[in-house]
């Protein structure tokens, strides 16, 4: 996947779309929303990415978390071929509504979604107040992201596409 860790530090790679007559000023994939992986986003947590940079948002940088909440889009990403042993791996935060918020892979020639998934883990643990808290319980999740892995091994030599959805609010 062509930047599939964001680590060119803006959505290079990936195609964003809008959900309403192309409505960009509430578009959910903007290249602001590319962060530093070591920020403490507004709940003093670390988003946990495993690179330089993370697609999340930090209300402290002026934009209210309001405006964040509100904005809806797809995020497309490049097409893929799965190979190996079809196992894949990714990282969700955020996404409290899993039924408007999710991670879909797509056969790339008919985009017949495949799978879905959802953060499910979405505030699961004890909110803390500040970081030493957060590094004695990293299991507050809500910006932070959390690790998942997927069998897509039936589909093995298939070209994908992974599309990343938020339908708002």
Known sequence: IVNGGFETG????WTVSTLF???TNIQAFI????RDNTTFFTFNAPYNGLGQF???FDDRD???KDLWNERMGKLTSSQFVLGGSGWISFLLGGGKNHYLCYL???LANNNIEIARFGNQAFKEGDYWLDEVQ???NPEYYEANLVHYVADLSNYIGETLIIELVD???
């Open 167 to 169: 339908l708002g609010g």
């Open 21 to 23: 007559k192309g409505e």
């Open 62 to 64: 002026g934009t209210p």
């Open 54 to 56: 993370v697609y999340g």
């Open 10 to 13: 803006d959505l290079t790679g």
């Open 134 to 136: 957060a590094i004695v």
């Open 104 to 106: 879909s892979i797509r």
């Open 31 to 34: 290249d602001e929303g590319i």
